[in-house]
């Protein structure tokens, strides 16, 4: 079924691009020129202040520790060989008992006398020392033959340490501590030795034991809140001398230099440990690491406070710099805004010489120059006034005499339609009375064609009119368009037969549309091609679909068209003057132009003087058969 419709503009229904996010706001951007120098210079200083004070600090921290490692070297040192001469005490005092003769005489002959002096003279030495606690004799193969004291004292396996003991030396010194309940031991090993031969070990076990008084007044001669402690040289005992307490938590090799550790998440310590020589036990010295950065602590207050004096100072004075410059701006700002108003007479007044004074006498000389051509543009704007009003007029008549034009076109066009019916009739009458062989046959034939022609022109000037004032109608159906381009290709070859009509290729392609108007456009664009065309005898005509579009083109090889005349050539009435060889209005090509574009194609040409033309239309098919080449 037709529907009978009116075919507006096309409506470009693109939707445009997603914008791009927008960047984010600057912080400065919101703040004024009198605000961003005072808070740019603060956070200019902040920064500095901050990385210097931090770098300082580290300085002085690092400095701290180094002292402090360099204080716990020399004080363990010191200790170390202190309690060496501790030691020799020990081993001195032990040394005795083993050189005295009841000893040896006991371990050379034996006997019940032998054994009771040796004992007499071993209780004799437990008196003296409260610290001795139980001794006991060892013959030469470590053998326990004598003992007396605390009973719970027995030799215990790895006390003793002979090695490099041997007949030609003696050998003293201090075994390892051990803990029996609650209290502390260690031994004093001495050699029993005559004539370089070794007959047996004396072994003293001493109490270790110190008052929290005598571990205080180490603590303030260490300084620091120091802390001493003593060890078996395998790290695994430690002690304050008056109880066990935890081992470092690093190792021994570490702690041989300066260790920084801390113990159960407290301050930071610094320790290290050395042997005490002819011993069995290690002097570990601990410093607090906090009283040696509490200068870098204080360091770092002060220059904070300082920090914090110097960017308020430096706030305030790039404030007050600011005010001075933003000053004279605001007063540049409130002369602009004058002149923005038109108020062209106010000037801007500052005394300085600065960039800010040229720039205000760069401003009034604009403002002046301003003022000037602003009078002499109010003085060209009124002519162009008077001109454009005047030109106005024109273009308003120059549209009511189109108007007028076209309303004489529509009536002349209908007007003569009938007349020309008539005669055609007649015409057509006369032929069937008149034999083919006479003159009059041949002139009443011409005639009719010139009726043809005239009455080409009178519709082609009823579409004209009826396209400008909006009221071109046009009955769409589905149809095949190869149908059509072959009607409209045998129409015009026998208006024309001494053109050859040549079918390059086509495809059968159903298009939604107005026939009748569709077959108009193709019989417009042959004449062209066969009128543009003399001494050529062919025109060539193609259609082919390309994704979903229908392509017509129709080639000749005439005179071709100038590049200038291109653009124009489907504005109304627009004609090449080529030495009026060629007849017409020029109105077939703008028909034909505003018929595509009404059906949502699109018509384009492609020329070369002295080689042809090339026309060609699109349309958008409503279905794609399969392509068949003809």
Same mark, same amino acid.
Not at 374 to 392: P, R
Not at 472 to 497: C, G, H, N, R, T
Not at 572 to 588: A, D, M, P, T
């Given at each position: ?72 070297? @020399? ?5 170390? @060989? ?6 020799? $005490? ?9 050189? =005295? ?34 001794? =006991? ?14 009973? #719970? *004292? ?25 803990? *029996? ?50 060890? +078996? ?29 801390? #113990? ?9 440990? #050395? ?107 009124? =002519? ?61 034939? $011409? ?18 009119? #009826? ?15 190869? =149908? ?43 004449? +062209? ?17 390309? +994704? ?28 090449? +003057? ?43 098919? @409503? ?8």
């Amino acid at each position: 079924m037709n529907d009978s419709i009116e075919v507006g503009p096309a409506i470009n229904t693109n939707v445009p691009a997603a914008q791009k996010n927008e960047r984010r706001q600057f912080i400065f951007k919101p703040l004024s020129l009198q605000q961003r120098l005072p808070f740019f210079i603060c956070i200019l200083l902040t920064v500095i202040i901050l990385i210097f004070s931090w770098l300082s600090y580290l300085g002085v921290k690092d400095a701290g520790m180094a002292t402090g490692s360099e204080r716990v070297t @020399t004080l363990v040192d010191k200790l170390s @060989t202190m309690f060496k001469g501790s030691v020799d $005490q020990f081993a001195t005092s032990t040394a005795k008992i083993a050189n =005295e003769p009841a000893t040896k005489e006991f371990l050379t002959s034996g006997g019940e006398d032998a054994r009771l002096k040796a004992l007499s003279a071993f209780n004799e030495f437990l008196k003296k020392d409260t610290t001795n606690k139980a001794v =006991e004799l060892l013959n030469g193969q470590k053998q326990l033959v004598l003992r007396t004291g605390d009973d #719970r *004292l027995p030799v215990k396996p790895g006390i003793l340490e002979t090695k490099g003991v041997t007949a030609q030396k003696n050998y003293s010194g201090v075994g390892r501590i051990i803990t *029996l309940g609650h209290e502390m031991y260690f031994p004093v090993l001495a050699v029993v030795s005559v004539q370089n031969k070794v007959l047996g070990y004396v072994i003293n076990w001493k109490h270790l034991r110190a008052t929290q008084e005598s571990i205080d007044q180490f603590g303030q001669l260490l300084g620091s809140n120091g802390k001493l402690y003593f060890g +078996n040289d395998d790290g695994l005992f430690w002690t304050n001398l008056m109880k066990p307490v935890p081992q470092p938590p690093v190792s021994l090799n570490q702690l041989q230099k300066v260790a920084v550790y801390s #113990r159960k998440a407290g301050e930071p310590l610094l320790g290290s440990v #050395r042997k005490i020589a002819d011993s069995r036990w290690l002097v570990l010295v601990e410093l607090s690491g906090s009283s040696f950065q509490e200068t870098a602590n204080k360091f770092l207050r002060q220059v904070i406070i300082i920090g914090a004096l110097l960017i308020l100072a430096g706030s305030l004075g790039a404030w007050l710099m600011s005010r001075r410059i933003t000053k004279p701006l605001k007063q540049l700002g409130t002369a602009a805004s004058a002149i923005a108003d038109g108020n062209y007479s106010i000037l801007v007044h500052i005394d300085r010489q600065d960039e800010l004074g040229k720039l205000a006498q760069s401003f009034n000389i604009m403002a002046v120059r301003v003022r000037a051509a602003q009078e002499n543009l109010e003085q060209k704007v009124v =002519e162009t006034s008077k001109d454009l009003l005047s030109a106005i007029t024109d273009i308003q008549d120059q549209k009511e005499n189109d108007k007028k034009k076209d309303e004489f076109i529509s009536i002349a066009s209908h007007e003569l339609k009938t007349p020309l019916t008539t005669v055609k009739a007649f015409f057509q009458l006369a032929v069937k009375e008149i034999s083919a062989e006479s003159r009059p046959y041949q002139l009443i034939g $011409q005639a009719s064609r010139q009726l043809t022609r005239m009455e080409r022109l009178i519709s082609d000037l009823l579409d004209v009119s #009826r396209i400008n004032a909006g009221k071109m109608q046009y009955e769409l159906e589905e149809f095949d368009f190869q =149908e059509v381009l072959k009607e409209a290709i045998e129409s015009v070859q026998q208006i024309y037969p001494g053109h050859l009509l040549i079918i390059e290729k086509a495809v059968p392609a159903r298009v939604n549309a107005d026939r009748h108007r569709m077959e108009q456009v193709i019989i417009n664009l042959l004449i +062209n091609a066969v009128k543009y065309s003399p001494g050529k005898d062919k025109v060539f005509i193609r259609s082919e679909l390309k +994704n979903g579009i229908l392509l017509v083109s129709i080639e000749d090889f005439g005179i071709g068209i100038e590049e200038e005349h291109i653009d124009k050539l489907f504005d109304r009435f627009y004609r090449i +003057n080529i030495e009026n060889r060629f007849q017409g209005l020029g109105l077939g090509l703008f028909i034909s132009s505003e018929i595509i574009k009404r059906h949502g194609g699109s018509i384009s040409i492609a020329s070369e003087p002295g080689k042809g033309s090339v026309f060609t239309f699109q349309l958008p098919v @409503t279905a794609e058969n399969d392509v068949k080449v003809i």
